[in-house]
Structures are given as structure tokens and as C-alpha cells.
């Protein structure tokens, strides 16, 4: 019995995405570059953005919990270099 497989047909070379061969690849840079930044506007307008109680508020909770674990990795840091000081010692 003979399969119905189908010869692999020629492959398409895909465009570039670079310079045109007449060499006016600064105006494709340019097009890329305000194309950017209209999408990074367009999507700072989407941001809900907190209001100035709500920013102070997350503001010093992230403070607050900043101080916290520098007092916490602060106190082990001196109870292991103190226990690790008293094994040397031995």
C-alpha cells in the first residue's frame, strides 16, 4: 500500500527585521523608539495610581518592616558570631 505523504514543500526565507537593503535603517530606529514610547504611555494611563494618603500609608509600613528585620538579622548576627566565638574558643 502506498502512504499518502506529501513531499516537503520549499522553505519561505522569513523578512529581516533590520536595515532595508537602500541603507535608511535610522528611520526605522526612530519609528521603534516612539513607537515604545507610546505603548509605556499608554499603558502608565491603565496604572491605578494610590493616592498621596494611601503612598504615606505603604510608605511606612515598608519602613516599618525594613527597621523590624534589620533589628531581627541584627540580633542573630550577634548571637551566631557570639556562639560561633565561644566554639573557636573551646
Known amino acids: 500500500m502506498a502512504s499518502n505523504v506529501s513531499k516537503p514543500k520549499d522553505k ?8 532595508s537593503a537602500s ?3 535610522s528611520k526605522k530606529k526612530q519609528n521603534r523608539i516612539a513607537r ?3 505603548s509605556t504611555l499608554g499603558e ?3 496604572v491605578s495610581w494610590p493616592t498621596p494618603q ?3 500609608r505603604l510608605t511606612k509600613v515598608v519602613l516599618l518592616v525594613v527597621f523590624v528585620m534589620a533589628a531581627v538579622l541584627g540580633l542573630l548576627d550577634y548571637v551566631f558570631s557570639r556562639g560561633i566565638a565561644a ?3 573551646l
Open 12 to 19: 519561505i526565507q522569513p523578512k529581516r527585521a533590520g536595515k
Open 44 to 46: 502608565l494611563r491603565k
Open 54 to 56: 494611601e503612598a504615606w
Open 23 to 25: 541603507g535608511g535603517g
Open 87 to 89: 566554639l573557636v574558643s
Open 36 to 38: 515604545w514610547w507610546r
